[in-house]
């Protein structure tokens, strides 16, 4: 057998089972590395078991067969090539003169296998290399995890419930995006993952088909990640776009809402985005998607108090016009009515803390009215029952006590409290005057003491009995302008009780999560 070594690769040394006294024609006292491999090669070959190999490590030799032989590849898989085709393994090869026997990287397919591995397992992979004579040969990886945050899956899982949908879309490898998609909860049993190469294969009918259960999006480039918020905004949803660099940029700004990081975001990125997290943090996104929504709640119950108020006040007075009755109120008494009842109180409500069940609900439509969800037959029907109770009051007393300034001062107490009682009703669009948390907001605790004090001073100190024109009343009168100012509240929190035993008339909403 006759070879000649073109190329040495590394570590390329004449090998058997290891003797002693040899080392200086290069046998090693430990012998071959890979035993198993070497007797499989001399047994391959009908050799005797101690028959010296050539043994490399890392990079292997190019050799030129001078004479005709037959050998024997085994050991790891370095993609051996016969004058430039692939050569079996494992196998007797026989070689004529001139064949030139060359090695490839080292175990490429245990390295790929060992990429996905470490990616399943939510880790990134780095490969290392080093160039040897004019060649790059592997040398090994590294794997490392950037530990998700303690309070992401808590996030991800609040948005769920509130029905929001999270999707990651990311550069990594599609097995570790999908491992950190599972362990932060955005990836749920019947989602799928796609990525950018699967992408470029669907047409926009395709990926409308499947995009409403993917979850998520690995190997993606700014292209892909603008084409999946167009196909989100297609299906109908408002699009949130979280980024920190500069090809995220185009994706946030065709969103509905961009998001930017202040810490790692690049400027292009702040630029582009509506919104900017100072704390980098995905948890503070959600917690202003509970602000956002307290807000508009507020909005709601703050419209909802004064225009059913206002209504209350319209139809006491042409009520009374109407039924032929001398005037209800005077003006200085009107002027009482919405100085105690429109300030403080209609302000207080502003100040609601979240409801409970605030991030439990489904984000509303974009083209859902302000008054969507019944509310504005609820503010009718709450201000005519105010307008009625008031009218009744005024009535009762007028018929009983023939005194015009008793009357007009019972329809006082009962307008005002009828609607001192209603803004405890408007805490909450779901629980009655029975449920509501009374305690969960102090300045309206405090607006209302205020108002009722306002009111009892206007009626019983003498001063300004002469302003607006009261008289005190007797406990009986006072008792009837109270009745009346409650029944409508109270009897909305009762009837149902009724009807319903002991079945608490409070609305849960429950959202499946995708």
Same mark, same amino acid.
Request: proline share 4%; charged share 20%.
């Given at each position: 057998? %006759?070879?000649?070594?073109?190329?040495? /690769?590394?570590?390329t040394?004449?090998q058997?089972l290891?003797?002693? #006294?040899?080392?200086?024609? #290069?046998?090693? $006292?430990s %012998? $071959?590395?890979?035993v198993?491999?070497?007797?499989i090669?001399?047994?391959?070959?009908?050799?005797?078991?101690?028959?010296?190999?050539?043994?490399?490590?890392?990079?292997?030799?190019?050799?030129?067969?001078? *004479?005709?032989?037959?050998?024997?590849i085994t050991?790891?898989?370095?993609?051996p090539?016969?004058? @430039?085709?692939?050569?079996?393994m !494992?196998?007797?090869i026989?070689?004529h003169? @001139?064949?030139?026997?060359t090695?490839? #990287?080292?175990?490429?397919?245990?390295?790929?296998y060992k990429?996905?591995? !470490?990616?399943?397992k @939510?880790?990134?992979?780095?490969?290392?290399?080093?160039?040897? +004579?004019?060649?790059?040969?592997?040398? /090994?990886?590294?794997?490392?995890?950037?530990?998700?945050?303690?309070?992401?899956?808590?996030?991800?899982?609040?948005?769920?419930?509130? %029905?929001i949908?999270?999707?990651?879309?990311t550069?990594?490898?599609?097995?570790?995006?999908?491992?950190?998609?599972?362990?932060? #909860?955005i990836m =749920?049993?019947? *989602?799928?993952?796609?990525? @950018? +190469?699967?992408?470029?294969?669907?047409? +926009?009918k395709?990926? +409308?088909?499947?995009?409403?259960n993917?979850r998520?999006?690995?190997?993606?480039?700014?292209?892909?990640?603008l084409?999946?918020?167009?196909?989100?905004?297609?299906?109908?949803?408002v699009?949130?776009?979280?980024?920190?660099?500069?090809?995220?940029?185009?994706?946030?700004?065709?969103?509905?809402?961009?998001v930017s990081?202040?810490? *790692?975001?690049?400027?292009?990125t702040k630029?582009?985005?509506?919104?900017?997290?100072?704390?980098?943090?995905?948890?503070?996104l959600?917690?202003?998607v509970?602000?956002?929504?307290?807000i508009?709640?507020?909005i709601?119950?703050?419209?909802? !108090?004064?225009?059913?108020?206002?209504?209350?006040?319209?139809?006491?007075?042409l009520?009374?016009?109407?039924?032929g009755?001398?005037?209800?109120?005077?003006?200085?008494?009107?002027?009482?009515?919405?100085? $105690?009842?429109?300030?403080?109180?209609?302000?207080?409500?502003?100040l609601?803390?979240a409801?409970?069940?605030?991030?439990?609900?489904?984000?509303?439509?974009?083209?859902?009215s302000?008054?969507? /969800?019944?509310?504005?037959?609820?503010?009718?029907?709450?201000?005519?029952?105010?307008?009625?109770?008031?009218? &009744?009051?005024?009535?009762?007393?007028?018929?009983?006590?023939?005194?015009?300034?008793?009357?007009r001062?019972?329809?006082?107490?009962?307008?005002?409290?009828?609607?001192?009682?209603?803004?405890f009703?408007?805490?909450?669009?779901?629980?009655?005057l029975?449920t509501v948390?009374?305690l969960?907001n102090?300045?309206?605790?405090?607006?209302?003491?205020?108002?009722?004090?306002?009111?009892? &001073?206007?009626?019983?100190?003498?001063?300004?009995?002469?302003?607006?024109?009261?008289?005190?009343?007797?406990? /009986?009168?006072?008792?009837?302008?109270?009745?009346? &100012?409650?029944?409508?509240? $109270?009897?909305?929190?009762?009837?149902?009780?009724?009807?319903? %035993? =002991? =079945? *608490?008339?409070?609305v849960?909403?429950?959202?499946g999560?995708n």
């Open positions: 057998m %006759g070879i000649r070594v073109l190329k040495g /690769g590394m570590m040394t004449v058997d290891g003797r002693t #006294g040899y080392q200086s024609q #290069g046998f090693s $006292v %012998g $071959v590395m890979d198993r491999s070497f007797k090669a001399n047994l391959l070959l009908d050799n005797p078991e101690n028959e010296a190999v050539l043994e490399f490590t890392l990079i292997g030799p190019t050799l030129e067969f001078t *004479s005709e032989t037959i050998i024997s050991g790891g898989d370095f993609r090539q016969i004058n @430039g085709k692939p050569a079996k !494992y196998t007797a026989y070689m003169r @001139g064949d030139i026997l090695f490839g #990287g080292a175990m490429r397919k245990q390295a790929f990429c996905d591995e !470490y990616a399943s @939510g880790l990134r992979v780095i490969a290392f290399s080093q160039q040897v +004579d004019g060649e790059w040969a592997f040398l /090994g990886l590294m794997a490392m995890k950037d530990p998700l945050r303690a309070e992401a899956a808590k996030a991800v899982a609040e948005c769920q419930r509130a %029905g949908k999270t999707v990651m879309i550069g990594d490898h599609k097995l570790t995006a999908q491992a950190i998609a599972k362990e932060a #909860g =749920k049993a019947g *989602s799928i993952a796609l990525t @950018g +190469d699967e992408l470029d294969r669907m047409d +926009d395709q990926l +409308d088909e499947v995009i409403e993917c998520v999006f690995a190997r993606v480039t700014p292209e892909h990640k084409r999946i918020v167009k196909a989100f905004k297609s299906r109908g949803h699009c949130a776009m979280t980024g920190d660099g500069v090809n995220d940029a185009p994706a946030i700004k065709e969103a509905d809402i961009g990081m202040g810490i *790692s975001g690049t400027e292009v630029q582009a985005a509506d919104v900017i997290l100072l704390d980098d943090n995905f948890a503070t959600v917690n202003s509970e602000e956002g929504r307290t508009y709640q507020n709601r119950k703050f419209v909802r !108090y004064l225009i059913s108020c206002n209504i209350g006040e319209v139809i006491t007075m009520g009374g016009i109407l039924m009755l001398p005037m209800v109120l005077l003006p200085a008494q009107i002027l009482l009515v919405n100085l $105690v009842t429109d300030s403080l109180p209609a302000i207080a409500l502003g609601e803390p409801e409970s069940s605030v991030m439990k609900k489904p984000p509303r439509k974009e083209d859902d302000f008054f969507s /969800g019944g509310l504005m037959w609820r503010i009718v029907i709450r201000g005519l029952l105010i307008g009625i109770c008031t009218l &009744a009051s005024f009535t009762v007393l007028l018929t009983n006590t023939h005194s015009l300034g008793t009357a001062t019972g329809a006082l107490i009962t307008l005002v409290l009828s609607q001192l009682i209603h803004v009703e408007c805490k909450s669009e779901e629980k009655t029975f948390p009374y969960s102090p300045f309206l605790l405090f607006s209302v003491f205020i108002s009722a004090a306002a009111l009892f &001073a206007g009626i019983w100190l003498p001063v300004l009995q002469k302003v607006f024109f009261t008289a005190v009343p007797s406990l /009986g009168e006072f008792l009837v302008a109270a009745a009346a &100012a409650a029944i409508v509240p $109270v009897g909305a929190g009762i009837i149902p009780k009724l009807f319903m %035993g =002991k =079945k *608490s008339p409070d849960t909403v429950n959202i999560q």
